[in-house]
Nanobody
Framework: VQLQASGGGLVQPGGSLRLSCAAS????????MNWYRQAPGKQRELVAG???????NYADSVKGRFTISRDNVKRTVYLQMNNLKPEDTAVYYC????????WGQGTLVTVSS
């Protein structure tokens, strides 16, 4: 299983970023895919998830600002992040659970003026 995340960077408050995570080694279309994040000094937390059927769930802190989506042909999951806030600063990881958790390498998002 390989999860390759990309799209992080430095953005000003109120700005937008789109993260991507390309998956290989799994039957992508049948698995729930997730985005987590870990801010400095904090525990890793679930940001958003999307099931094989397209149902989504979000952390309360990002509802209305972030959108998770998937492209089963490209075997990629996305996280569109709008109206970013300084408290969104973290390393973002894509994740899939297949008898155990698999993690991508993480991509750093920094929200700062």
């Amino acid at each position: 299983v390989q999860l390759q995340a990309s799209g992080g960077g430095l953005v000003q408050p109120g700005g937008s970023l789109r993260l991507s995570c390309a998956a290989s080694g799994i039957m992508f279309s049948i698995n729930t895919m997730n985005w987590y994040r870990q801010a400095p000094g904090k525990q890793r937390e679930l940001v958003a998830g999307v099931t094989s059927g397209g149902s989504t769930n979000y952390a309360d802190s990002v509802k209305g600002r972030f959108t998770i989506s998937r492209d089963n042909v490209k075997r990629t999951v996305y996280l569109q992040m709008n109206n970013l806030k300084p408290e969104d600063t973290a390393v973002y990881y894509c994740n899939v659970f297949l008898q155990r958790d698999y993690w991508g390498q993480g991509t750093l998002v920094t929200v700062s003026s």
